[in-house]
Structure formats: structure tokens, C-alpha cells
């Protein structure tokens, strides 16, 4: 496990992010001065780092370049390097492989962990998804973490997180990746028609119950699959991964440090209003089956209807062939395409 936030800084990280933000040649004295720390303590690292395949060249007279980070490399530093957000991440804790990131952001939230603290970790051998089912997390393939938030507002906006957060991994994986994301009203993330993002959301209150104590939500992201023969035998027809529907490899590491600015961003954006009004245009433009027929699954009786968008308070708003406007809230009913998952 790794733990990085502004008092236990890690040099290697550190060493990282500076290597990373330069393209030419960084002095040694560069590194000590940035740093503070003593040119024994930066040639210790960069040592360390050659010796798990970071290629860097070191230049007598010039100092350091990052020519290569390892293939895939997904490490407590190795992201952290990547992060440039204010708070998103800034506490990093990374596991190569936990039980589930939910229950342990809990646990470092119920310990007093600050807002933006993220348990990331390679593999999950108890993945949760929502609904009581499991999400399976073998290492090596996909991104799993779980952010902390401490919104100050009653538990009634708390659901609304979870489309901020949608978004935020929509328009991250879209950027990086350049597929395009689709979002399955409240939280999946679909690409052509399959889900590749899944997101579970939970909350703490204070005793009287009527303030949130804290919010965790934990994103599962399916990245470097190679065929739909590593899912579940259940999920082959409605999941998939970015690479299957690209044919290219990502990095997790930079996606992740992507998603965790653009969340950054988005929450402070949903924080000033407390409603979706700023985010409501750019979720409704992903928001897959928009204006076409859906079937809705509601306990009491399943129907029909066309999505015609969302609320600033994020229910979806469906339009029945008798031409009542309903509004879906998020938890109560599940929404299909008509003919599928989408
Ligand atoms: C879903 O059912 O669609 C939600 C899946 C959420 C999976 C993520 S992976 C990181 C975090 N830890 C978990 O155990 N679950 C969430």
C-alpha cells in the first residue's frame, strides 16, 4: 500500500512529476532545489525507478530526461505523478489488491480521511456493483477506485453525485480515447451499445440522519479487455472494454489522473448550485436513448415511453404514449433500450 498527501510526500512521485513536466533535461541541483531534498536522496531514486523500467537518461552535464515509463505502469507514484488537481486524488491510497476500494474509502472516510482522498487498487477480489451483484476485478486490465466527498448539503442531492460523476468519466474517457461515450441514464457508461463504465455510490450520515457525514463513490472502469472472453460468461453481451472497441492499449494511470480533473472540475461546479443546471446540457448531449423509445422497469408495472432528458435534479424525464410526462428517479426503476441493454 501506498499512502501520498502533502505532509508524506514521496520523492519518487515527486521526482516523477517534475521528470514528466519537462521535455529536456532536468539538473540534478534542479531536482534537490524543487524538492529539498539532497542529490544522494534524487540519484537514489532515479536508480530505483531505471531498476523497475522507467528509461531515463542521465546526462552528466545536463542531468535527467524521461525518455519511457514501463508498459502499463500503475503504481501509488506513478499516478500521482500524473494528477493535477487541486484536491481529486491528492491523498492517494493504492492497493495492488484489496477486498473492494468502497468499504475501504469508508473506513478512511470514517477515520477522518479529507475530501478527494481516493483508494485505487490493481485488482479487487470482492468488487461490488450495485444492486447486491459483484463486479469483477481481475489485476492488470482495469481501473477501480473510490473517491471521498463531504458535501455539505442533506442527503436528498446526494444521488445527483453520482450523474456528476458519470459525466466527469464520460467526457475523460472520450477525451482520452476518443470513443464515443454514451451515458445510460442514471450512471453506465456505454460505448456502442455496451456498458464499460459502472459506478457505485454510497453514503454516511450523522446520527440524526439528516446530514451526510460523508460520500464515497466507486468507479469501475473496463480499459485493456482484450475479448469479450475475459467478462463474466453472463455479462459478454452488454459489457465491453476501451480496448475491444478500439483495438488500441491505454494507460490507466493517465485516464485515472484525467477522470479525477475533470471530476475536480465538475463537482465544484455542481457544489455552487447544488443542482445539475451547469451540467445538465453535457450530460443530456451522452445521455444514450435521448428522444427515442425506452422501456422502463418499474416494480408496479413495466411500460413505454420516449427519454427526453434529465431534470436539474437529475430524473429522467420520460414521455408516455398517452403523453404524460413522468419523472424516473434514480434507484427505483431500472430504463432499457427497446430491444437491449441500451
Ligand atoms: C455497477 O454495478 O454498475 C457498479 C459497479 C461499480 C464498480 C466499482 S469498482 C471500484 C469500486 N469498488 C467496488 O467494489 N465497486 C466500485
Sequence with gaps: ???????????????????????????????????????????KVIKQ??????????????????????????????????????????????????????PDAKRFAEEGAPRGTTVVADRQTAGRGRRGRSWESPAGRSIYFTIIVRPAFIPDKASMITLVMALSVAEAIHEVT????????????????????????????????????????????????????????????????????????????????EILARFEQDYETFERTLTLSELKERYESRLAGRNAVVRILDPAGEYTGISRGITETGELIVEKETGETVLIYAGEVSVRGLYGYV
Design 178 to 257: 476518443g470513443l464515443p461515450t454514451g451515458i445510460k441514464w442514471p450512471n453506465d457508461i456505454v460505448v456502442n451499445g455496451k456498458k464499460v463504465v459502472g459506478i457505485l455510490t454510497e453514503m454516511s450520515m450523522t446520527p440524526e440522519m439528516n446530514e451526510i457525514q460523508f460520500l464515497v463513490a466507486g468507479v469501475g472502469v473496463n480499459v485493456n479487455q482484450e475479448s469479450a472472453e475475459e467478462f463474466p460468461e453472463e455479462l459478454r453481451g452488454a459489457a465491453t472494454s476501451l480496448k475491444i472497441e478500439s483495438g488500441r492499449h491505454f494507460d490507466r494511470a493517465a485516464l485515472l489522473a
Design 1 to 43: 500500500m501506498g499512502v501520498r498527501d502533502k505532509s508524506m510526500k514521496t520523492d519518487r512521485s515527486d521526482i516523477l512529476t517534475c521528470l514528466r513536466s519537462s521535455e529536456d533535461y532536468v539538473s540534478g541541483q534542479q531536482l534537490c532545489d524543487r524538492l529539498g531534498v539532497s542529490r544522494t536522496a534524487v540519484w
Design 49 to 102: 525507478l531505471k531498476e523497475e523500467g522507467y528509461r531515463i537518461e542521465s546526462v552528466p552535464s545536463r542531468g535527467y530526461r524521461l525518455v519511457e515509463s514501463p508498459a502499463d505502469a500503475y503504481s501509488e507514484s506513478e499516478i500521482a505523478s500524473r494528477l493535477r488537481t487541486k484536491w481529486a486524488g491528492q491523498r492517494l491510497i493504492f492497493f495492488e489488491s484489496t477486498g473492494s476500494t468502497n
